[in-house]
């Protein structure tokens, strides 16, 4: 950015190598994603087009997070999980309720940021619910541009063993 006064004066082009502060204009969102749940029983991967089902509950979570696209890289990223009786699970992992505390992203990954990973309590995960692993990231820029189109990935924890009866036609 360069200014004219009324005198027309005009400075010198700056040179970023002794002086002048460089700037970039970071105009996009960042995005975020679970994509892997973890179980005793094995990986299975998540996405926003398949709901998927586990035999086993939950111990963790891993993810993606990313701000390349003009962007400024990511800052933070949140957690939140949904049951399907619509409450949340709460930000000390004890129970599930519908507190603004619990709705409003309350985890934060374990380990990493672009590659995230977290730990989560097996216990609060019960069998027949549907469960939403929903992120939000946030990049450095200033002020920060937040991920407001929340990607979000779906499983069934799923513990009972189907049946089948047979029976003869009367």
């Known amino acids: 950015v360069r200014a004219i006064d009324k005198a027309d004066n005009i400075p010198a082009d700056p040179d970023f190598n002794t002086g002048g502060t460089p700037f970039r204009i970071d105009r996009t969102s960042p995005t975020s994603s679970a994509d892997r749940v973890y ?55 004890t129970g599930w309720d519908t507190l603004d505390s619990s709705i409003d992203f309350p985890f934060d990954p374990d380990l990493g940021l672009t590659s995230w990973a977290k730990n989560i309590n097996s216990g609060r995960f019960g069998d027949g619910y549907r469960y939403e692993v929903i992120t939000r990231a946030k990049d450095k820029s200033n002020p920060r541009n937040v991920q407001v189109l929340f990607t979000t990935v779906t499983f069934i924890v799923d513990k009972s063993s189907p049946s089948a009866a047979a029976s003869l036609p009367a």
Do not use: C, H
């Open 39 to 93: 179980t005793l029983g094995g990986i299975r991967s998540l996405s926003a087009n398949a709901t998927a089902f586990v035999s086993v509950v939950p111990s963790s979570f891993s993810g993606t997070a990313d701000d390349t696209v003009d962007g400024s890289d990511v800052l933070e990223v949140k957690i939140r999980i949904k049951r399907s009786d619509n409450n949340y699970l709460n930000d000390t992992q």
